[in-house]
Antibody, heavy 119, light 109 residues
């Protein structure tokens, strides 16, 4: 049984950066990929990108290219998502999720981390 | 990028009703289509993967069908605990990109 536990809520100033962590337990961390999905208040789900820990390769959604960095530490089974140049529109709940299979389904999710961007 | 058009955006139905949600892809995605349920304040939950496969532990009243560009998600007999927002999701490998539908909020009439 895989479990993903995320770091706590953050309040950030516009223009700053935020780094959210996602610690995995169960399964073999290096054998699967971790994606980050965000959800603004009252809005839908938005994929930001993913990391393939065994390869150390990250892919990003075009919208976030240049502003998001996704990394993984295999020694601690932890994935990280850092978003820079924060603006009020980045206020959202950020989820990590394990993606598997040809359709890249998300079978396990973290509990979510609320990031609030406010001056 | 592949666009996903999900409809309706909301619906109201009675307990026991059959509920149907559709998702249309802007291009052929074979069967690379998944469905999720999200309740307020909770992470999404996988219900259907690869268009028609029921995730382990998910009640059999949930089902999915379709391939290519047109997909359907069905709740055969709506239950009070099914009140939630449902999302479709597709994945494109080249280059890696992933899109969710806009969501369908299901309420009890």
């Amino acid at each position: 049984q895989v479990q993903l536990v995320q770091s706590g809520a953050e309040v950030k100033k516009p223009g700053s950066s935020v780094k959210v962590s996602c610690k995995a337990s169960g399964g073999t961390f290096s054998s699967y990929t971790i994606s980050w999905v965000r959800q603004a208040p009252g809005q839908g789900l938005e994929w930001m990108g993913r990391i393939i820990p065994i390869l150390g390769i990250a892919n990003y959604a075009q919208k976030f290219q240049g502003r998001v960095t996704i990394t993984a530490d295999k020694s601690t089974s932890t994935a990280y998502m850092e978003l820079s140049s924060l603006r009020s529109e980045d206020t959202a709940v950020y989820y990590c999720a394990r993606g598997i299979g040809g359709s890249y389904r998300f079978d396990y999710w973290g509990q979510g981390t609320l990031v609030t961007v406010s001056s | 990028d592949i666009q996903m058009t999900q409809s309706p955006s909301s619906l109201s139905a009675s307990v026991g009703d059959r509920v149907t949600i559709t998702c249309q892809a802007s291009q052929d995605i074979s069967n690379y289509l998944n469905w999720y349920q999200q309740k307020p304040g909770k992470a999404p939950k996988l219900l259907i993967y690869d268009a028609s496969n029921l995730e382990t532990g998910v009640p059999s009243r949930f089902s999915g069908s379709g391939s290519g560009t047109d997909f359907t998600f069905t709740i055969s007999s709506l239950q009070p605990e099914d009140i939630a927002t449902y999302y479709c999701q597709q994945y494109d490998n080249l280059p890696p990109a992933l899109t969710f539908g806009g969501g369908t909020k299901v309420e009890i009439k």
